[in-house]
């Protein structure tokens, strides 16, 4: 049901009841009920009205007057509006429906299913209530990525009265001749993803056209070769999920679909291929984790899910980096320095193992940095003490002003586990520092020795946040 409650509150009847008033007349004659005893257009299920198809819609409205003296009457409008268009057309009061005539409701754009805007006015200008229709077109309901879909179109028969007729989908009464009740062989178009582990589990999407108008079609009719896929999700006629049995050896194998008139299987092959994992890389790294590591193997890229573990410790992988001999992930942070037994991987239903990959060490800290000056422009070169530097693959200086936001950042070369040395940076913009030179500044100089801008220096070292600010050290 849908009422228009704001024009129904400037309504009255009269105490006659048999025709609408407005508030102008006579407020004496009038007795005004309230918003519940309103007249309404009520609506027990959803008005579907095919597109560019003459129809006459039949409109139950509740709480009208005694109009028994108007029956018949074309004092009734509907009044429609359809994307830019709005247009009336005569209707007639036929007991407590308002019958509008019978007309051509028309959208343009390229949409299923459209909702389009009907009011029912009496005497011309008085709006009784509004609501909704939704106009469709069959052509679009029984199509999918723009190729008709016979099953699909069959599935709205009873609903919208959508039929096939000949090579695509139409409405009932636009298609006289040429109505089927036997749709076409089903065809498969896509597999994907085409490779997955010989231990299965691998969520197949297949798309086509008829592949079935119900759950109850698919069961037991799906297999790669000859190994059972389960059926997870399904799209009526045209697309299927399922997921892959185990397989006993690697092997290149159809899809198969049983339908009531054979089996038909797809062009490409599904590859059921056997995963391995050679090595890791590096083998070490703070306890705090952030490291980005690879593991070297073979057919890493296949399936459709992929997760890693050192021991029970999540490895987040990097997926737009994965490879059929490589793939890389960054280590969480342990509770402790430890000696991982096993790193992890697992490939839908596959789960390889490969021990003593990993160690976690304890986090790299710094103790001094000299000198402490430099340029603005940067590259001087600053030597920098501490402990487990060589933790960390790839560390970086930094410079923060004081509002902690970095200002310039270049790489650092680990010499040995207490030394390395990094080229101080350049500071792309101007630091605005307030107060003194404090300990844990860097002071940077510019053409003129006057004029110095003091610094906070830090250390990018993964995830290891002690080193981000080097005052707490100094």
């Not at 342990?334 to 239903?349: L, T």
Request: with cysteine; hydrophobic share 35%.
């Amino acid at each position: 049901m849908s009422s228009n409650n704001n024009a129904c509150k400037e309504a009255i009847v009269s105490s006659d009841t048999s025709v609408f008033q407005l508030l102008q007349d006579n407020p004496s004659q009038l007795i005004s009920y309230g918003e519940q005893y309103c007249p309404r257009v009520e609506l027990t299920n959803e008005i579907y009205v095919p597109n560019n198809v003459p129809q006459e819609l039949a409109l139950t409205v509740s709480n009208l007057p005694d109009l028994t003296q108007y029956a018949g009457d074309t004092s009734f409008l509907c009044q429609v509006e359809i994307e830019a268009a709005k247009f009336r057309v005569p209707a007639r009061l036929e007991g407590n429906q308002v019958v509008c005539d019978r007309t051509t409701y028309r959208y343009e754009s390229r949409v299923s299913q459209y909702n389009a805007s009907i009011s029912v006015i009496w005497d011309r200008d008085n709006v009784v209530d509004r609501t909704n229709i939704t106009l469709y077109k069959c052509q679009l309901v029984g199509s999918y990525k723009g190729h008709p879909d016979c099953s699909l179109c069959m599935t709205r028969a009873t609903d919208l009265g959508c039929v096939w007729c000949g090579t695509g989908c139409e409405y009932t009464k636009s298609c006289p001749v040429g109505q089927s009740d036997v749709c076409p062989q089903p065809r498969i178009d896509v597999v994907k993803p085409l490779s997955g582990p010989i231990d299965g589990g691998t969520l197949i999407t297949i798309e086509g056209s008829n592949l079935a108008m119900g759950m109850n079609q698919l069961k037991g009719r799906v297999m790669v070769g000859n190994y059972p896929c389960k059926v997870t999700n399904y799209q009526v006629s045209v697309k299927i999920e399922c997921k892959t049995s185990k397989a006993f050896q690697e092997s290149d194998l159809p899809v198969k679909l049983q339908g009531d008139n054979g089996i038909i299987e797809s062009v490409v092959k599904f590859r059921y291929r056997d995963i391995r994992i050679d090595n890791v890389m590096p083998r070490y790294g703070p306890v705090s984790g952030g490291t980005l590591i690879a593991i070297e193997g073979v057919n890493l890229n296949i399936g459709s899910s992929i997760l890693v573990y050192l021991d029970n410790l999540p490895c987040q992988v990097n997926l737009s980096q994965v490879s059929s001999t490589r793939l890389t992930c960054v280590t969480s942070p342990a509770p402790a320095p430890m000696d991982v037994k096993d790193v992890i991987v697992i490939i839908d239903d596959a789960r390889r193992t490969l021990a003593k990959p990993y160690r976690y060490t304890q986090d790299p800290s710094i103790v001094d940095v000299k000198p402490k000056w430099s340029f603005v422009s940067g590259g001087r070169i600053l030597t920098v003490h501490g402990k487990n530097l060589d933790t960390v693959g790839q560390p970086y200086i930094a410079a923060l002003d004081d509002r902690g936001v970095g200002v310039g950042r270049s790489p650092c070369i680990v010499i040995s586990p207490t030394q390395m040395d990094c080229p101080s940076p350049a500071i792309v913009a101007a630091a605005q520092l307030a107060g003194p030179i404090q300990d844990g500044q860097l002071r940077l100089k510019d053409n003129s020795p006057a004029k110095i801008t003091p610094v906070t220096v830090g250390f990018e070292m993964d995830k290891v946040k002690s080193v981000l600010n080097l005052a707490k050290f100094a």
